[in-house]
T-cell receptor, first 114, second 117 residues
Framework: AQSVTQLGSHVSVSEGALVLLRCNYS??????LFWYVQYPNQGLQLLLK??????LVKGINGFEAEFKKSETSFHLTKPSAHMSDAAEYFC????????????FGTGTRLTIIP | GAGVSQSPSNKVTEKGKDVELRCDPI?????LYWYRQSLGQGLEFLIY????????KSGLPSDRFSAERTGGSVSTLTIQRTQQEDSAVYLC???????????????FGPGTRLTVL
C-alpha cells in the first residue's frame, strides 16, 4: 500500500523567492513519485516524475524534485517563484509494478506575493 | 492533438437521481482511470480500466457506483441514487498501454463537477 503526506496545505512565497513544497511518502514496494499541478478549473498536469535512475529530476516551468529514499521524501523546489506558479500542487505515488493508479497527497495551495 | 475530454463539465442533480459521467480518452490510450476530488477526501482513485476490463475497482465507494468502457475507448461512470456526499469533481485520466515505459504518464481531463442538492 502507498500513502503520501504533504506538509502545509497553504504556502505563500514572495515573487522571486525560493519555492519549497514538501512531500513524504510511504510505500511497501519501490515507488514511482510524481508532482502534479492544478490551475483553477482545470485538470491535473504532470510537472515531473521519478521512476528510476537519477534521483534529482527536472520538470517543466523550472521545477525540480529530489528523491531521497533514506528520508522517504520527494520535495518540490523552484529557485525563483513567478506569479504564474500560483496553483495547487499534488504529490502522488504509484507502485513500480501492477497497475499504475496514483495515490495523491491532500495538496498544497501555493500563493505568490507580488 | 485532442486531450482527454469529459462531459458534462457541470452537473447539478437532486438527491436520489441517477447520473452518468462520460470520459473520452486520448486515442490509442488503452489504460483509463477515474478519480474523485472532494473537499473532505482529496483526490481518490476509483477504478482502472485496461481495454474494456476493469481489473481494479477497489476505489469505488459503494455499490451505487459503477463504470463501464466500450470499444476500448469511451468510459461512463454511473452513480445511482445520488447522495449529497457524492458531490465532487470526477476526473478521468488515460495513458498508453501499461508498461510501455517505466510508468506511462496519465493525462487528465478537466473533470465533471457534480453537485447533489
Amino acid at each position: 500500500a502507498q500513502s503520501v503526506t504533504q506538509l502545509g496545505s497553504h504556502v505563500s512565497v514572495s515573487e522571486g523567492a525560493l519555492v519549497l513544497l514538501r512531500c513524504n511518502y510511504s510505500s511497501s514496494v519501490p515507488p514511482y513519485l510524481f508532482w502534479y499541478v492544478q490551475y483553477p478549473n482545470q485538470g491535473l498536469q504532470l510537472l515531473l516524475k521519478y521512476t528510476t535512475g537519477a534521483t534529482l529530476v527536472k520538470g517543466i516551468n523550472g521545477f525540480e524534485a529530489e528523491f531521497k529514499k533514506s528520508e522517504t521524501s520527494f520535495h518540490l523546489t523552484k529557485p525563483s517563484a513567478h506569479m504564474s506558479d500560483a496553483a495547487e500542487y499534488f504529490c502522488a505515488v504509484s507502485a513500480s509494478f501492477g497497475n499504475e493508479k496514483l495515490t495523491f497527497g491532500t495538496g498544497t495551495r501555493l500563493t505568490i506575493i507580488p | 492533438g485532442a486531450g482527454v475530454s469529459q462531459s458534462p463539465s457541470n452537473k447539478v442533480t437532486e438527491k436520489g437521481k441517477d447520473v452518468e459521467l462520460r470520459c473520452d480518452p486520448i486515442s490509442g490510450h488503452t489504460a483509463l482511470y477515474w478519480y474523485r476530488q472532494s473537499l473532505g477526501q482529496g483526490l481518490e482513485f476509483l477504478i482502472y480500466f485496461q481495454g474494456n476490463s476493469a481489473p481494479d475497482k477497489s476505489g469505488l465507494p459503494s455499490d451505487r457506483f459503477s463504470a463501464e468502457r466500450t470499444g476500448g475507448s469511451v468510459s461512463t461512470l454511473t452513480i445511482q441514487r445520488t447522495q449529497q456526499e457524492d458531490s465532487a469533481v470526477y476526473l478521468c485520466a488515460s495513458s498508453l498501454p501499461q508498461r510501455r515505459t517505466p510508468h506511462n504518464e496519465q493525462f487528465f481531463g478537466p473533470g465533471t463537477r457534480l453537485t447533489v442538492l
